[in-house]
């Protein structure tokens, strides 16, 4: 399967993996979850971007990169895959203020191969970070 099709197929499943869970606990549906998963709206900014895959990824080599509705960069950062090789964290310094984020990830599986998609949410508020 060429990478094009694994992007491609991938970029659904954090689409779906949105619409499926929004207002619910996180599930695993597809190969990637994120917190704050994909539209949602969220009280106040987030501490940290939270990735859980179904796959086990390298050690490093991925990025997390958040924009703001004008496309400026907000936080960037290359998180480190956790202990279990299936999660990554990027803590998320920075003020974000109210309105919709768009995040844009890439990682690296532990077989090579070449992950990437994107998500959004929405800061409804810029109080009590």
């Keep these: 399967m060429s990478t094009l099709i694994r992007m491609t197929t991938l970029a659904a499943a954090v689409f779906f993996v949105g619409a499926a869970s929004a207002g619910s606990p996180p599930e695993e549906v597809g190969r990637v979850v994120s917190i704050p998963r994909n539209g949602e709206v969220v009280e106040r900014a987030p501490a940290e971007i939270e990735m ?8 490093r080599g991925h990025l997390i990169r958040i924009f703001d509705a004008d496309r400026r ?3 960037s950062g290359q998180p480190v895959a956790t202990k279990e090789f299936t ?11 109210q309105g919709r984020y768009t995040v844009e990830w890439s990682a690296a ?9 994107s998500f959004t ?3 409804r508020t810029t109080a009590g970070r």
């Design 87 to 97: 999660r990554l964290h990027m803590p998320v310094f920075g003020y974000l203020q």
């Design 52 to 59: 859980r895959f179904s796959t086990r990824l390298r050690l």
């Design 73 to 75: 960069v907000r936080a």
């Design 109 to 117: 599986t532990a077989g090579g191969e070449a992950l990437a998609g």
């Design 121 to 123: 949410f929405v800061v």
